[in-house]
C-alpha cells in the first residue's frame, strides 16, 4: 500500500528574510523525490526542520492522515525520518562501529556492559546493505578515504532497527564525495529501501544523477516552490530554467584571451612521501586538470605547492621560487587555495564573513586592524563573486553551502594570485553558482593566473581545463591535450592508468 507524506504550507525566515514561504510537498512512499533549487533557495532550510534542528515559523505535516509533530530531532526520529547529510562529520577517534551507532541504543549484556560483538556485528550488516563490505568497522574512523567516510555515515542510517522501520530517509548530497562505483553502491541500496516501502528524499546538484534515480521533483527557487511533477515531465533544460529562472546555454564560459609563454611553474620528477614521477611545466594563463581514481594522489599534489608536505627529490620552481615551505610562505608569494573540504580544511564557521575573507591576508593590514578598511574590501570582494549574504558581519555557518565556496573564493581574490588551486571547487555547488564560478575562473586565467583544477567532475574537467594530468596511486600516468576528448576517452585513460 502507498502511504504518502505531505508537507503544508511550510515558512521559516530568519532575521525577517524569508527563507522559505508557504511551501508544500508530497512525497510517496516507495518511490525517490528530488529536492532541486539553486544554493540559498531554501533546501537546507526544509531539511533541518524536517529534522527539528529548527523551527518553522509555520508547517504543518501528515503522514496519510495522520498529524505528526516536529519541534525536535526526538521528535523527528520517533516519527521515523532519517538524515544523511552532505558534511562528513564523524568523531575520527572512535571505532567506524562506534560512529555508525552513535546516536543509538549499543545492545549490551544482561543490561550491564556493552556486548562489542553485537555492536561490530550490527555495524558490519548496515556496511553490508550498501555494499561497503571492504571497511573494517573496528579500525578508527579518522584513517578513513573521504568516500569511505561518506558511505559509513550513510550506513549509519541503514542500521537494523528492533523497535521501528524507518519510514522517510533524507539524502542530502550523498554522491559528492563518492566516486562513479560508489555511488552506484549507493543507489542499489535506495533501491531495496524503496522495495521496503520507505520514501526518499533526494537533494543533488547534479541533474544527471537526478535524472537517473528519481521519481518525482521539486524545485525551490528564492524559498518558493515553482516546480513539483514526475521526473519523466521535465527535460535537463527546463530543470535548470525552474531553478534559476534563466536559461544557461553554455555550461563552460569559452577562452578569450590567448596563454601566456612565461611558465609560472616547473617541475621535474618530483617525489613526496606519496607522488612519485611528477613532471610538468605551467604557463600563466593556463588551467591544468588534475584527475584519477578516488585517493591517486590529487589533493596531495596541490598541498605540496601550497607549502603542506615537502618533496623529498626532484627539481621545482614555482613563480621564480623554490617549492613555499608553509601555507603562509605560499600566500605571501601569491599562491591561492581552496580545499576540498570547505568546512573542516577551508573555513572558520563561528566566525564572520569579513574575518573569514581576510584571514589568509592580516599582513597586508599592517599591525593594527583596520575593520572599517576590512569591511570595504570585504563587500567589494563578496560583490565580484556574487555572495548572497545579509552582510559581512553574517557568521559563515549560517550561509548556504555554494556561499560558504564563493567566501574562499573571495579570500582567494584578495591578494590577487598569480596560480590558484583548486580542490573539488564545486562539490556541492548548484548549477547557477557553478556556472559563476566557472565565469570567475575563467576571468582569472585570460588576466594571465595560472589555475590547477582538481576535479573527480570528468565534465567540469574538459570543459575548464586547457591539459589533464592523470594521477594514479600517487604517479603521474598521463598528460593529455585536451582537444577533442570525450568524458569516455579521459576514463579510459584514468582505468587504464591504474591497471599498469
Not at 568497522?137 to 542510517?157: E, P, R
Not at 524503496?194 to 528519481?214: F, N, P, Q, T, W
Not at 591544468?288 to 596541490?302: K, R
Not at 566566525?351 to 599591525?367: A, I, P, Q, T, W
Amino acid at each position: 500500500m502507498m502511504h504518502k507524506l505531505t508537507l503544508n504550507n511550510v515558512s521559516k525566515a530568519f532575521n525577517g528574510v524569508p527563507a522559505l514561504n508557504d511551501v508544500s510537498i508530497t512525497v510517496l512512499s516507495g518511490r525517490t523525490h528530488a529536492l532541486m533549487g539553486e544554493n540559498g533557495a531554501g533546501k537546507s532550510t526544509l531539511i533541518k526542520l524536517l529534522a527539528g534542528v529548527i523551527n518553522a515559523d509555520s508547517m504543518s505535516i501528515f503522514r496519510d492522515k495522520e498529524h505528526i509533530r516536529i519541534t525536535n530531532t526526538i521528535d523527528a526520529t520517533s516519527a521515523g525520518f532519517r538524515f544523511i547529510h552532505q558534511e562528513l562529520n564523524l568523531v575520527p577517534e572512535i571505532s567506524i562501529a562506534e560512529n555508525i551507532l552513535l546516536s543509538k541504543n549499543l545492545p549490551t549484556l544482561f543490561g550491564i556492559q556493552i556486548d562489542w560483538a553485537k555492536v561490530y556485528r550490527k555495524a558490519e550488516l548496515a556496511l553490508e546493505f550498501l555494499g561497503a563490505t571492504h571497511i573494517n568497522v573496528k579500525s578508527q574512523a579518522g584513517v578513513l578515504t573521504s568516500g569511505d567516510k561518506m558511505l559509513v555515515m550513510i550506513a549509519s542510517a541503514f542500521v537494523a532497527e528492533e523497535e521501528s522501520s524507518p519510514y522517510l530517509y533524507v539524502f542530502d548530497e550523498p554522491t559528492a564525495a563518492l566516486t562513479d562505483q560508489e555511488s552506484e553502491m549507493l543507489f542499489s541500496a535506495m533501491t531495496k529501501l524503496k522495495e521496503k516501502g520507505a520514501a526518499l528524499l533526494y537533494v543533488s546538484h547534479r541533474i544527471d544523477e537526478i535524472m537517473k534515480v528519481c521519481d518525482d521533483i521539486s524545485i525551490l527557487r528564492d524559498g518558493v516552490l515553482v516546480k513539483s511533477t514526475e521526473i519523466k515531465n521535465l527535460k535537463k533544460a527546463e530543470i535548470i530554467k525552474f531553478m534559476t529562472g534563466r536559461e544557461l546555454k553554455d555550461s563552460y564560459p569559452p577562452r578569450t584571451a590567448s596563454m601566456s609563454s612565461k611558465k609560472t611553474i616547473s617541475l621535474r620528477n618530483i617525489e613526496t612521501d606519496y607522488l612519485k614521477g611528477i613532471t610538468f611545466d605551467l604557463k600563466a594563463g593556463e588551467i591544468l586538470g588534475v584527475t584519477g581514481l578516488a585517493g591517486s594522489g590529487q589533493s596531495s599534489l596541490l598541498k605540496l605547492l601550497v607549502g603542506v608536505g615537502k618533496a623529498l627529490s626532484g627539481d621545482a620552481t614555482v613563480l621564480e621560487n623554490s617549492l613555499a615551505k608553509s601555507p603562509h610562505d605560499a600566500w605571501s608569494k601569491g599562491i591561492a587555495f581552496i580545499p576540498r573540504e570547505r568546512r573542516s580544511e577551508g573555513l572558520c564557521l563561528e566566525m564572520n564573513v569579513r574575518e573569514n575573507v581576510v584571514l589568509s591576508h592580516l599582513k597586508s593590514y599592517g599591525f593594527h586592524a583596520k575593520p572599517k578598511l576590512e569591511q570595504s574590501d570585504v563587500e567589494m570582494l563578496a560583490g565580484q563573486v556574487k555572495v548572497k549574504y545579509n552582510g559581512s558581519h553574517q557568521p559563515v555557518f549560517e550561509l548556504s553551502g555554494g556561499n560558504q565556496q564563493k567566501v574562499l573564493f573571495a579570500r582567494a581574490l584578495k591578494g590577487a594570485p598569480e596560480l590558484l588551486l583548486l580542490d573539488e571547487p564545486t562539490r556541492g555547488v548548484d548549477i547557477g553558482a557553478k556556472y559563476e564560478i566557472y565565469t570567475l575562473v575563467r576571468e582569472l586565467s585570460d588576466n594571465g593566473c595560472s589555475i590547477i583544477i582538481s576535479s573527480s567532475d570528468l565534465p567540469e574537467i574538459l570543459g575548464m581545463c586547457d591539459r589533464i594530468l592523470i594521477l594514479s596511486d600517487g604517479r603521474q600516468t598521463g598528460l593529455l591535450e585536451k582537444c577533442s576528448l570525450t568524458s569516455g576517452d579521459l576514463l579510459t585513460n584514468i582505468y587504464s592508468s591504474d591497471l599498469r
